[in-house]
């Protein structure tokens, strides 16, 4: 499986369906995050996703890109109560599992009406 491939399955199993119960095949133990909110490691991401996945989550992927063992994920997050982030995930893959973890988000962004008529995805 590439690199890219992994990313995907990922969002497709534990994120869009929530279920963390394969966690041990995408994430090293000692997984280094960078958002400043999670906290290091496994079990920090999983303590994350106890309040994450409470909001029902559901992530719509528009790019994916692979260069070397870095992949960055593009995508719409809709949350169940309807507000919507616009979102970049960037993951450092090391022997076949997430090894580190950067992103960027804009939260609330389903009513903003782009002053260049451009689509935000």
Not at 45 to 68: D, N, R, W
Not at 77 to 93: H, L
Request: aromatic share 16%; glycine share 8%.
């Amino acid at each position: 499986m590439t690199n890219k491939e992994l990313v995907l399955r990922f969002y497709a199993e534990v994120f869009n369906k929530w279920d963390v119960s394969n966690i041990d095949q995408y994430m090293h133990d000692d997984y280094k995050q960078h958002n400043a909110t999670v906290e290091d490691g496994k079990t920090g991401f999983l303590k994350f996703c106890e309040t994450f996945f409470s909001f029902k989550p559901q992530m719509k992927i528009y790019h994916a890109v692979s260069e070397g063992d870095l992949v960055v994920v593009f995508f719409k997050c809709t949350m169940g109560n309807g507000m919507v982030a616009k979102v970049f995930d960037m993951y450092r893959i090391r022997d076949g599992k997430f090894a580190e973890h950067w992103d960027g988000v804009e939260h609330d962004v389903g009513n903003i009406i782009s002053a260049n008529g451009n689509s935000l995805f």
